[in-house]
């Protein structure tokens, strides 16, 4: 008595068959759930690994190029084809276009008035539908450079 499913006393106790494949099933679906979030966020931190690239190239023509228009400019031009963002329109209807949809506000760019330092900072947020958990994640994206540029 005492013993589950025929166990011998020699054996001890055991867990039943049900309950095992059950810890199997939920493990199996801990590891996929996993493999989805990581297949759905991973893109997204590929194309913040371009901005970051994008920022390095512009804080590298900062030295020759004093107008921070001409930089934004720059950068937008390089993270223009990477993504999409939702924009409304002139009727307040959605729409998914390509690139990052990086404003002025988005791109900081700070000059020294006493020494050559530069500082270009671009930040920006990015959504991850988990559309098999009905969920949004939201990312918080920073990419910063600073330093005296190259001339």
């Not at 867990?15 to 199996?28: A, D, E, I, Q, R």
């Not at 390089?78 to 404003?103: A, K, Q």
Request: no cysteine; glycine share 8%.
């Amino acid at each position: 008595m005492g013993y589950l499913h025929g166990a011998s006393r020699a054996r001890g106790w055991t867990l039943p068959k049900v309950v095992k494949n059950l810890g199997v099933v939920l493990v199996l679906a801990a590891i996929a759930s996993a493999v989805y979030v990581v297949a759905k966020v991973v893109p997204f931190y590929v194309d913040h690994m371009d901005v970051k690239e994008a920022v390095e190239a512009t804080f590298n023509l900062a030295g020759r190029n004093i107008n921070d228009g001409i930089l934004r400019g720059e950068i937008r031009s390089r993270t223009g084809r990477m993504g999409s963002h939702v924009e409304t329109d002139s009727w307040g209807v959605d729409h998914v276009v390509p690139g990052l949809g990086l404003t002025d506000d988005m791109i900081v760019i700070e000059r020294s008035r006493i020494t050559d330092n530069v500082s270009i900072e671009v930040s920006y947020q990015r959504e991850v539908e988990l559309s098999l958990f009905n969920y949004v994640h939201v990312l918080q994206l920073r990419a910063f450079k600073e330093g005296i540029p190259p001339p």
